[in-house]
């Protein structure tokens, strides 16, 4: 099967008598598409503006991968991977064409994987016209040897409108998102929310590749003029996306990569990137970025104006503006970098109660990089509706199809084989918890990131955290020193001994689910 699927192709899918196939549209055609059939409007940027029903975020509790004989043994199994039989997916599967009969269909021909050793042609089929800009928009653009590829890569069915039924279909709800590895097929059922195809992607690489052993992350990565390439992981709402877009680096992706033999490499060729309270001061790369060809997600626009509102959480915390990677000046256009300097882990503390940064040895880094701890702020998923702490393997563990050790062991291999320095960085909230204190000040942040990047940071002398071990710089250029020991900045010295030996308490709970595999890295952890 190439990547330029023939009608014949389609029908293999069971996707018969469809209405209008309309293949490979470019942006603007999309655009006039998505506004006919009414899918959204324009906003006075030019960006193309569609709101998404009751799904303003994900819905990792829909997840389904098709359990048979390569993946039955391999899967991470739990609540965020739901098996469902080859039986029952082919009934889905037949239920979803009987709906598109006679439907127009928007078809796209992508790829995902920078790195020409591993890039992976994709086919997105979707119902809406503007799903595909999105898809079009996100995924890096096919080339000739994407279509000539033995490869066969994997087929994105997007079909919002088609609603599943539990008792039919053996789903949870009317959503579902369905992987089969053995079909190479993604379906997405019940759902608008378009950043359900970037992550089943997202989610299908984290099986594949590292057996090709590649490491897939969900990190942000830049690279500045030395080659000194840096990684950021963290879980939505922590800053990946605006810390990594620095006017004085090049940027080579913001949500997706792999780090393989030859260095890191996007997934992706485009941005997701948050946008509530997106300040033009503060994140003038993106602001600029949101164009005619970018696509607005719940983003509430004003008036007969239409100028976004992005203070306006109304529909969502979960805002996000979608556009290609070249939409912004200083990129790598080829999407791949070099073996990383630094690791930089982010998370949005709410307990206000974790340095904003601190150096980690390997093992402390394996240990903050199972743990995944942020807060999940609300929006993000369904149902949060307001900040709570949360553990996420990896800081992803949602896409993660195999166990997070495995990704782990990864990481440790390259860390050592690399002399990678590693740090934590807590861009949440200082003074007090969520509620008392205030959130760090991204400029603050920017500076300690500076710092970690360059290296400046390893001639700061550190104290010690009595809890959580962790080694804290005690000076950092252009950030008071007061404010690096979090128990300075809190009045009540004795509620923020309660706070942070509460969250030890959280961080020790949820790492028993690695116990033995990592009982060498438990010794890292809070104390």
Same mark, same amino acid.
């Given at each position: 099967?190439?990547?330029?699927?023939?009608?014949?192709?389609?029908?293999?899918?069971?996707?018969?008598?469809?209405?209008?196939?309309?293949?490979?549209?470019?942006?603007?055609?999309?655009?006039?598409?998505?506004?006919?059939?009414?899918?959204?409007?324009?906003?006075?940027?030019?960006?193309?503006?569609?709101?998404?029903?009751?799904?303003?975020?994900?819905?990792?509790?829909?997840?389904?991968?098709?359990?048979? &004989? +390569?993946?039955?043994?391999?899967?991470?199994?739990?609540?965020?991977?739901?098996?469902?039989?080859?039986?029952?997916? %082919?009934?889905?599967?037949?239920?979803?064409?009987?709906?598109?009969?006679?439907?127009?269909?928007?078809?796209?021909?992508?790829?995902?994987? %920078?790195?020409?050793?591993?890039?992976?042609?994709?086919?997105?089929?979707?119902?809406?016209?503007?799903?595909?800009?999105?898809?079009?928009?996100?995924?890096?653009?096919?080339?000739?040897?994407?279509?000539?590829?033995?490869?066969?890569?994997?087929?994105?069915?997007?079909?919002?409108?088609?609603?599943?039924?539990?008792? %039919?279909?053996?789903?949870?709800? +009317?959503?579902?998102?369905?992987?089969?590895?053995?079909?190479?097929?993604?379906?997405?059922?019940?759902?608008?929310?378009?950043?359900?195809?970037?992550?089943?992607?997202?989610?299908?690489?984290?099986?594949?590749?590292?057996?090709?052993?590649?490491?897939?992350?969900?990190?942000?990565?830049?690279?500045?003029?030395?080659?000194?390439?840096?990684?950021?992981?963290?879980?939505?709402?922590?800053?990946?996306?605006?810390?990594?877009?620095?006017?004085?680096?090049?940027?080579?992706?913001?949500?997706?990569?792999?780090?393989?033999? &030859?260095?890191?490499?996007?997934?992706?060729?485009?941005?997701?990137?948050?946008?509530?309270?997106?300040?033009?001061?503060?994140?003038?790369?993106?602001?600029?970025?949101?164009?005619?060809?970018?696509?607005?997600?719940?983003?509430?626009?004003?008036?007969?104006?239409?100028?976004?509102?992005?203070?306006?959480?109304?529909?969502?915390?979960?805002?996000?503006?979608?556009?290609?990677?070249?939409?912004?000046?200083?990129?790598?256009?080829?999407?791949?970098?070099? &073996?990383?300097?630094?690791?930089?882990?982010?998370?949005?503390?709410?307990?206000?109660?974790?340095?904003?940064?601190?150096?980690?040895?390997?093992?402390?880094?394996?240990?903050?990089?199972?743990?995944?701890?942020?807060?999940?702020? %609300?929006?993000?998923?369904?149902?949060?509706?307001?900040?709570?702490?949360?553990?996420?393997?990896?800081?992803?563990?949602?896409?993660?199809?195999?166990?997070?050790?495995?990704?782990?062991?990864?990481?440790?291999?390259?860390?050592?084989?690399?002399?990678?320095?590693?740090?934590?960085?807590?861009?949440?909230?200082?003074?007090?918890?969520?509620?008392?204190?205030?959130?760090?000040?991204?400029?603050?942040?920017?500076?300690?990131?500076?710092?970690?990047?360059?290296?400046?940071?390893?001639?700061?002398?550190?104290?010690?955290?009595?809890?959580?071990?962790?080694?804290?710089?005690?000076?950092?250029?252009?950030?008071?020193?007061?404010?690096?020991?979090?128990?300075?900045?809190?009045?009540?010295?004795?509620?923020?001994?309660?706070?942070?030996?509460?969250?030890?308490?959280?961080?020790?709970?949820?790492?028993?689910?690695?116990?033995?595999?990592?009982?060498?890295?438990?010794?890292?952890?809070?104390?």
């Amino acid at each position: 099967m190439t990547m330029m699927m023939s009608r014949k192709a389609l029908e293999d899918y069971g996707l018969t008598n469809l209405g209008s196939i309309n293949w490979n549209l470019p942006p603007a055609v999309l655009i006039e598409h998505a506004l006919t059939r009414k899918e959204g409007v324009l906003a006075s940027n030019g960006a193309f503006s569609a709101t998404t029903g009751s799904h303003t975020g994900r819905s990792p509790k829909d997840k389904f991968i098709v359990s048979n &004989q +390569e993946t039955a043994s391999k899967i991470w199994w739990g609540e965020n991977n739901h098996p469902m039989s080859p039986e029952t997916f %082919a009934v889905v599967r037949q239920s979803l064409a009987d709906y598109l009969q006679g439907r127009d269909v928007y078809i796209l021909d992508a790829a995902a994987g %920078a790195d020409p050793h591993y890039r992976m042609p994709i086919q997105v089929i979707t119902e809406l016209a503007w799903h595909n800009l999105f898809a079009r928009q996100l995924f890096l653009r096919a080339n000739e040897s994407d279509r000539t590829s033995e490869n066969p890569g994997f087929t994105i069915l997007c079909v919002p409108h088609f609603r599943t039924n539990p008792r %039919a279909h053996g789903t949870r709800s +009317e959503t579902a998102i369905i992987i089969d590895f053995e079909e190479r097929l993604v379906l997405i059922a019940g759902t608008e929310y378009a950043g359900e195809m970037k992550k089943s992607i997202f989610t299908v690489l984290n099986f594949i590749l590292p057996a090709e052993g590649v490491l897939p992350m969900h990190c942000s990565a830049n690279v500045g003029l030395d080659g000194d390439v840096a990684l950021f992981f963290g879980l939505s709402g922590t800053g990946k996306t605006s810390l990594s877009a620095d006017p004085e680096r090049r940027l080579i992706g913001d949500d997706e990569h792999g780090w393989g033999e &030859q260095g890191v490499f996007n997934f992706e060729g485009g941005c997701y990137a948050k946008c509530i309270n997106l300040s033009q001061k503060h994140e003038p790369q993106i602001w600029n970025a949101v164009r005619f060809g970018a696509v607005y997600e719940n983003v509430v626009l004003k008036g007969e104006s239409r100028q976004p509102d992005y203070s306006d959480s109304s529909l969502t915390e979960n805002t996000r503006a979608a556009y290609p990677i070249d939409f912004i000046d200083n990129v790598v256009e080829s999407g791949m970098g070099g &073996q990383p300097k630094a690791v930089i882990f982010l998370t949005a503390d709410s307990f206000g109660v974790l340095p904003p940064i601190s150096k980690l040895t390997t093992e402390q880094a394996m240990y903050y990089f199972l743990s995944g701890y942020t807060s999940k702020l %609300a929006g993000t998923e369904r149902g949060v509706t307001s900040p709570q702490a949360t553990f996420s393997s990896c800081f992803g563990a949602a896409f993660l199809p195999l166990r997070p050790t495995e990704y782990a062991n990864l990481l440790r291999e390259r860390i050592e084989r690399y002399n990678v320095r590693c740090y934590l960085i807590n861009t949440g909230w200082t003074g007090g918890a969520y509620g008392v204190g205030e959130r760090i000040n991204i400029n603050y942040t920017r500076q300690m990131v500076n710092a970690a990047i360059s290296g400046v940071i390893e001639q700061a002398e550190t104290a010690v955290d009595p809890i959580f071990g962790l080694r804290v710089p005690t000076s950092c250029p252009g950030v008071p020193g007061e404010m690096l020991l979090p128990r300075n900045t809190w009045n009540d010295k004795m509620a923020y001994d309660q706070q942070a030996r509460h969250l030890a308490d959280l961080f020790k709970k949820n790492f028993t689910q690695f116990i033995p595999d990592s009982n060498d890295v438990l010794v890292a952890g809070p104390r």
